[in-house]
């Protein structure tokens, strides 16, 4: 029969889900889960340096989020619009680029439809064909020979969840953000990454707590809803990862030295698994995609400790934190941190399992 995806189902306050940041990074609380003994102890982000040990080895996701949102209008009737870039295809020019999007109202935008987008600069879209699962191919120029990725940059909007209920702010292209985001590409961030503060990276460093980073860019596979029964009957949808020679000397130095590798969020652990998995154990320098689905029953080669959020109910988020340290002691996590208040999702607060 298998694990139903009901068997990772919970009730949550709607007043739990962070609409907002915490007030400053790092002041968010922190629910620490004994990986091995279950036991569940309260406490803040910024003590994490005191929480971990001397020689851990921390590894962070570096990918940038970019404004994917696109608001507009259908030219020339003038009805809304909003298209959500997921990944480029290709370019014919600067100034003209081909994306696979999710588009709204879907039903309305049929092949041929025609867009432009708000903001500084004239951007405007083209529906080309439909793809699956709702998606369409859009052509995006710019009328002026500018380049379409500034274009992307000057008019998008920050890509914020769903369950955020409100419209974006100019102060979410800073605060969704990881301090040390670098290389541009996902559509949502890898949220636990959103906790540290350049002092607590200082802080970890002079505690003995190595970091290197990875890179995945994050699409809709890390967010897509699990539609099915039994949970081995999902599939995740590949995103894009790379691995320097200096991280994968990095990780594998710490594992041959019996050092914990602490994974910083979901899409860290998955790239590292993945890449694990492929190579017997070690990590290898190289890019490619992971289609990675990790739950109950996985058998973890590279991470031993996980900072993260908490998750949706049924979520493959869920079954990845589940996997690590146990459907019923995540649950049971879950159910105190629900007690005592602790806020969900994207900007809320974290759990440490180690």
Known sequence: MGM?????????PDALIAQEPAAARGSSRLLRLGRDSGDIAHDLVVNLPALLRPGDLIVVN???????RLLGHRDPSGGAVECLLVHRLDSESLANERWTTLVHPGQKL??????????PVALYGEVLDRQFSGRRTVRLWT???????????????????????????????????????????????PTAGLHFTPEILAALTARGVERTEVTLHVGYGTFQPVRVDRVEDHQIEGERYEVSADAARTINRALDENR????????????????????NGRIAAGSGHSDLFIYPGFAFRIVSGLLTNFHLPQSSLLMLVSALAGRERTLAAYREAIAQGYRFYSYGDAMLIA
């Open 110 to 119: 049929k092949p041929g439809a025609r867009m432009r987008f708000d903001g």
């Open 260 to 279: 914990r590798v602490i994974a910083i969020g979901t899409t860290t652990t998955r790239t590292l698994e993945s890449v694990g998995g492929a190579h």
């Open 143 to 189: 009328d002026d020979g500018s380049d379409v990725q500034g274009a992307i940059e000057q008019n998008g909007h920050m890509p914020l969840p769903p369950y955020i209920h409100r419209p974006d702010r100019p102060s979410d292209r800073a605060r969704y953000q990881t301090v040390y985001a670098q290389a541009s590409g996902s559509i949502a961030a």
């Open 62 to 68: 570096d990918t940038r989020v970019f404004p994917a």
């Open 4 to 12: 139903l995806v009901r068997d990772f189902s919970f009730e949550l």
